[in-house]
Nanobody
């Protein structure tokens, strides 16, 4: 399994931006699909975005499409989530995950999460 550590969360006003980063260990990082998920208080974890190994194909939840951008740097074992036009409903604990495909059920390695809070 790959080890994942997220960073970049914080408090931001509505309309602002944040960039989340995820550092991955292991020499096989480029073979994984990478994703971001989030879990708001009292709610289930939900899919946010994912990118396949070559970064040529991405997938987004409808609620973030056009506002968030996922990217990866295979040379540095990093994956990023650029979040623009943030809304209070984006407040959640954001998790980085690694998997074998873009299928949500195939994400089997998880980080500890980074908190994003958007004030109105």
């Amino acid at each position: 399994q790959v080890q994942l550590v997220e960073s970049g969360g914080g408090l931001v006003q509505a309309g602002g931006s944040l960039r989340l980063s995820c550092a991955a260990s292991g020499r096989t990082f480029s073979s994984y699909a990478m994703g971001w998920f989030r879990q708001a208080a009292g709610k289930e974890r939900e899919f946010v975005a994912a990118v396949i190994r070559s970064a040529g194909v991405t997938s987004y939840a409808g609620s973030v499409k056009g506002r968030f951008t996922i990217s990866r740097d295979n040379a540095k074992n990093m994956v990023f989530l650029q979040m623009n036009s943030l809304r209070p409903e984006d407040t959640a604990l954001y998790y980085c995950a690694a998997g074998t495909s873009l299928s949500i059920s195939d994400f089997t390695s998880w980080g500890q999460g980074t908190q994003v809070t958007v004030s109105s």
